[in-house]
């Protein structure tokens, strides 16, 4: 038997476990609960194995086969662009959509998680054919956390303070605060939006959270998060009956109007706070260097 049999297949299975590992369908129900899993953990099984076979590969100095992997960083950009696709696709029927900067957040993350996989099998048969199985598990194992930490991203409450408030009108407006959400002139329609609304301010932490709260790509995903954790109550053709997030302009603080099903306060706090922080929203102009 080929000398290089275990090590690959070592790696192969550690790669395809690391992205098992790392797919989990959450409360945002994606990716879908069996086909969508499904092709992940195909891809994840590619993955492994031209990360597996990249040492053995080098080290018999077949040079050639190492082009394989720049073939599959265009195969997996493929993966970007179909998880693009699919959730823009999905977008125009949801009744909180999730908005384009959140969809670009969420096909980077799968494009990405590839990648980890790759490291990871690669890493397993290095240290396989250096040293040996136990330490190729302990290689493996190390690098699983390494995936897992660097698959999570920031939170909300890392970078903001949550603190609940009544919505209240003050004649046709509406205002979270003294934050002004929207114009409702019908009596009728002003006492629904009273009676399910929600109210939350998000007080950022320091300065550069305000351009990155700021973003209305941040704000969809807040609203988006919350309304598929906790139910919305709005429907088709009913303006009125839509969570939004306005920001102060004065301060940075942002007003967030919400209409959930289950109207806990706690529950909805934890939620807002576990919102991921998206990349593309991200800014640090305090780290901009102006000339004097």
């Known amino acids: 038997m080929n000398e290089y049999i275990y090590p690959v297949v070592l790696g192969v299975l550690t790669g395809t476990l690391t992205r098992i590992y790392m797919l989990r369908t959450d409360y945002r129900q994606y990716p879908t609960y069996l086909h969508g899993k499904i092709i992940h953990i195909a891809l994840g099984f590619i993955a492994a ?3 597996s076979v990249a040492i053995p590969s080098i080290m018999e100095e077949d040079f050639t086969a190492i082009t394989f992997l720049t073939v599959a960083a ?3 950009r493929e993966v970007r662009n179909m998880e693009r696709n699919t959730l823009t696709e999905l977008d ?4 909180v959509p999730r908005g384009r900067t959140y969809i670009e957040g969420i096909a980077i993350a799968f494009e990405s998680r590839n990648y980890l996989v790759m490291f990871t099998s690669l890493i397993t048969t290095l240290f396989y054919l250096l ?3 136990w330490v190729a598990l302990i290689a493996a194992a190390i690098s699983v956390v390494l995936s897992k930490a660097m698959m999570s991203g920031g ?3 890392d970078i903001v303070e949550i603190k609940p408030v009544k919505p209240h009108f003050d004649g046709a407006g509406l205002y979270v605060d003294n934050i002004y959400i929207m114009n409702i002139g019908l009596p009728e329609r002003q006492e629904e939006v009273l009676k399910y609304g929600m109210g939350f301010i998000l007080i950022p932490k320091n300065f550069n959270v305000n351009t990155t709260i700021a973003n209305l790509g941040q704000r969809q995903a807040i609203l988006h998060d919350v309304s598929t954790a906790l139910g919305v109550v709005t429907d088709s053709g009913a303006p009125a009956l839509v969570p939004l997030a306005k920001r102060d302009l004065d301060d940075g603080r942002v ?3 919400i209409l959930p099903q289950e109207k806990t306060v706690e529950k909805a706090i934890k939620v807002i706070g576990q919102v991921p922080t998206l990349e593309n929203a991200i800014k640090m102009p305090k780290e901009m260097h102006v000339p004097k």
């Open 255 to 257: 007003g967030v109007f």
């Open 74 to 76: 265009s195969q997996f």
């Open 49 to 51: 194995g031209l990360g």
């Open 131 to 133: 040293f040996n199985l």
């Open 155 to 157: 939170k909300l409450s």
């Open 92 to 95: 125009s029927y949801e009744m």
